[in-house]
């Protein structure tokens, strides 16, 4: 009997497995196999092939096909044709200004009647609404921090903000999402931190999420741009 921790190969096995509980960023339970290959030999060959342990994906190669489903554009977030753009929400989720106004304007009214049904958010949560007169097709109202000089726990806050956006796009099936620089505008997140905090939470999700096709962080000034690229080549090598 041969035990190996497969969990970052997709193969799976009806040959028993003894499950290992590795916790996602979002806490909830997720098992990876390890699998028992046990028996094996008694299988015909076609079966035999059908169950052989296949190589791990190698760390480079994981993490280029990372790559390519993280994209970093400059532009204006109420234009992405996805499944769902984040926006920059407050706790009413009642709108504001920044990406909150732009994206209530785009929207058109509906989004707003719709805001005011779900009785408003904390921060670190986010709730998902139609995406009406946009191309998106819902929009995830997220509600980052405050920046309040980096002692009152706005870092984890900020990280989960964007666990809860993935956890609604995840029980949503969406597969492609659009992120502002959240809580960078009006509430003073140093984009070099907020940044590093995206892109972090951004590979948690695809590493073990492998339904989530496409993140599109997109930046409104070339300095967002730019801190952004350097946050996803750092962040996936
Ligand atoms: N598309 C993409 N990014 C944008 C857009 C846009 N159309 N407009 C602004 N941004 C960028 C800003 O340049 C900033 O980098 O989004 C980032 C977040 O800025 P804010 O919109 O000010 O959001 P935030 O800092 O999270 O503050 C949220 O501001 O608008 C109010 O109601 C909102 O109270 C909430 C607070």
Known sequence: ISTRDWSSDVCSSDLGALPSPV???SGRKVWRGHFVFTG???LSP????RHRPRRPVSGTNR???MMDRVKVIQGDITKQAVDAIVNAANTTLLGGG???GAIHREAGPHLVSECRKLGGCPTGGARITKGYYLPAKHVIHAVGPIWQGGNSGEEELLARTYRSAFELAIQHNLTSLAFPAISTGAYRFPMDRAASIAVRETRNYLEWQLALKLVVFVCYERAAYDTYVAAVAETFG
Not at 46 to 49: C, E, G, H, K, P
């Open 23 to 25: 916790l996602p960023p």
């Open 40 to 42: 094996l030999f008694f």
């Open 46 to 49: 076609l079966a035999r092939l």
């Open 98 to 100: 920044g990406v909150d």
């Open 63 to 65: 993490a280029t096909a």
